[in-house]
Antibody, heavy 120, light 107 residues
Framework: QVTLKESGPVLVKPTETLTLTCTVSGFSLRTARLAVAWVRQPPGKALEWLAH???????SYNPSLKSRLTISKDFFTSQVVLTMTNMDPVDTATYYC????????????WGQGTLVSVSS | DIQMTQSPSTLSASVGDRVTITCRAS??????LAWYQQKPGKAPKLLIY???SLQSGVPSRFSGSGSGTEFTLTVSSLQPDDFATYYCQHYTGYSWTFGQGTTVDFK
């Protein structure tokens, strides 16, 4: 059974760095055709892709946020970590991690999401 | 960058209606398009991949079509569980783009 679960702070202050962890089970971060992505959704707004990482450690970032994002993974703990620097109230959103399946080119399994609010 | 534009933004419908949502790409994307359903407070759920392939477990009333720059998601007979927001999605080879979403609500 494939599962993903996001964890991290529910509240961060402006200018702080956000660190989110996605813990996966039911699949391996070593599998070639799989990757893990982060997607966010501000309240009442659309989905926005942030970053993803493959088993090869190949990474991609949303160009509009690239300077603020870092994605990494740990095979042994089955975790993918996203950091976002210099948080601002406009970054208030639900942050999801999702499994990417590249044979069909989709995000086929998603975590439940974690709401992060940015406020002083 | 490829932009994905959905229409309409909101669609009011009744149970039993045939519903069609359109997603247009700013340039040709062949058939690399997926559709997701999202309900309030929940994660998106994959419905359709490669433009017209139904994800396992998704009811057959959902169908997708299109290629190039124009794609459609059709629900043949809307059920109470189908009132939700729908997103199209494309992978460029290094980045993902979502449409802005179409909300299907009660007429």
């Amino acid at each position: 059974q494939v599962t993903l679960k996001e964890s991290g702070p529910v509240l961060v202050k402006p200018t702080e760095t956000l660190t989110l962890t996605c813990t996966v089970s039911g699949f391996s971060l070593r599998t070639a055709r799989l990757a893990v992505a982060w997607v966010r959704q501000p309240p009442g707004k659309a989905l926005e892709w942030l970053a993803h990482i493959f088993s090869t450690d190949e990474k991609s970032y949303n160009p509009s946020l690239k300077s603020r994002l870092t994605i990494s993974k740990d095979f042994f703990t089955s975790q993918v970590v996203l950091t976002m620097t210099n948080m601002d109230p406009v970054d208030t959103a639900t942050y999801y991690c999702a499994r990417m399946e590249m044979a069909t080119v989709v995000m086929d399994f998603w975590g439940q999401g974690t709401l992060v609010s940015v406020s002083s | 960058d490829i932009q994905m534009t959905q229409s309409p933004s909101t669609l009011s419908a009744s149970v039993g209606d045939r519903v069609t949502i359109t997603c247009r790409a700013s340039q040709s994307i062949n058939s690399w398009l997926a559709w997701y359903q999202q309900k309030p407070g929940k994660a998106p759920k994959l419905l359709i991949y490669k433009s017209s392939s139904l994800q396992s477990g998704v009811p057959s009333r959902f169908s997708g079509s299109g290629s190039g720059t124009e794609f459609t998601l059709t629900v043949s007979s809307l059920q109470p569980d189908d009132f939700a927001t729908y997103y199209c999605q494309h992978y460029t080879g290094y980045s993902w783009t979502f449409g802005q979403g179409t909300t299907v609500d009660f007429k």
